[in-house]
């Protein structure tokens, strides 16, 4: 089988389109950070670069969440087995920690990127 000019051509906008996409998965998407917190009734952003413990309302009760030095973590929530405080703090972009059983959602959002893996892609 003899390729063709449009079968070189083909795989140079494929390459093309791969190498846009892994340019964009690098590059930093904003110069500071926010953490987003969603919880069964809100959803709030924060600045990365405040220093602060917010209590997020579940059915369960409050998780605690604390914001500090550019990181995030869970500092104490009512569910049962504390996977989300075993995580500690998360410092990338597109880092995130979820209490399942309390229904709150922690994701810290732009900023430098952080590892690129397959949920990238």
Not at 41 to 60: K, M, N, Q
Not at 103 to 112: A, E, N, Q, T
Request: hydrophobic share 45%.
């Amino acid at each position: 089988m003899r390729l063709r000019s449009l079968d070189y051509a083909a795989a140079a906008v494929a390459l093309a389109v791969i190498g846009f996409f892994v340019v964009y998965a690098h590059s930093a998407t904003g110069e500071s950070g926010s953490v987003r917190i969603q919880s069964e009734s809100s959803e709030h952003l924060y600045a990365v670069e405040i220093t602060d413990r917010i209590a997020v309302p579940g059915p369960l009760g409050d998780t605690i969440v604390e914001i500090q030095d550019g990181q995030v973590r869970v500092l104490d929530s009512p569910c049962r087995d504390k996977v989300c405080m075993h995580v500690g703090w998360v410092s990338r972009a597109g880092s995130w920690i979820a209490c399942l059983p309390n229904r709150v959602f922690v994701r810290l959002d732009g900023g430098p990127p952080g590892d690129v893996d397959a949920q990238t892609f």
